[in-house]
């Protein structure tokens, strides 16, 4: 088990991007969070194998429909927070 700590740059605001991450994250058996943060990116920390979290990041690239992902700043954390779900957090 690994965590990423990561920043989405883009039109990520206002187009269900938490709510698709939400979903993915569940698909992948992701364990974290994700919130908007008020400079405009998304925030997400997800726990949990190498595998899944490569295609969590994949999915979390490409977003939903009307969402531009430009950029992701992901930085791997040496410790594990043991997360019960994945939460929206406001």
Same mark, same amino acid.
């Given at each position: 088990?690994?965590?990423?700590?990561?920043?989405?740059? +883009?039109?990520?605001? *206002?187009?269900?991007?938490?709510?698709?991450?939400?979903?993915?994250?569940?698909?992948?058996?992701?364990?974290?969070?994700?919130?908007?943060?008020?400079? *405009?990116?998304?925030?997400?920390?997800?726990? +949990?194998?190498?595998? $899944?979290?490569?295609?969590?990041?994949?999915?979390?690239?490409?977003?939903?429909?009307?969402?531009?992902?430009? &950029?992701?700043?992901? &930085?791997?954390?040496? $410790?594990?927070? &043991?997360?019960? +779900?994945?939460?929206?957090?406001?």
């Amino acid at each position: 088990m690994v965590r990423y700590h990561i920043i989405v740059y +883009g039109r990520v605001q *206002g187009v269900g991007f938490r709510f698709f991450v939400r979903e993915r994250a569940s698909l992948y058996g992701i364990r974290g969070w994700v919130k908007n943060r008020f400079d *405009g990116t998304v925030e997400i920390e997800a726990e +949990g194998t190498e595998e $899944d979290l490569r295609l969590f990041l994949e999915s979390v690239r490409e977003g939903p429909r009307y969402a531009y992902v430009e &950029n992701l700043e992901i &930085n791997k954390k040496a $410790d594990l927070k &043991n997360y019960e +779900g994945f939460a929206i957090r406001f």
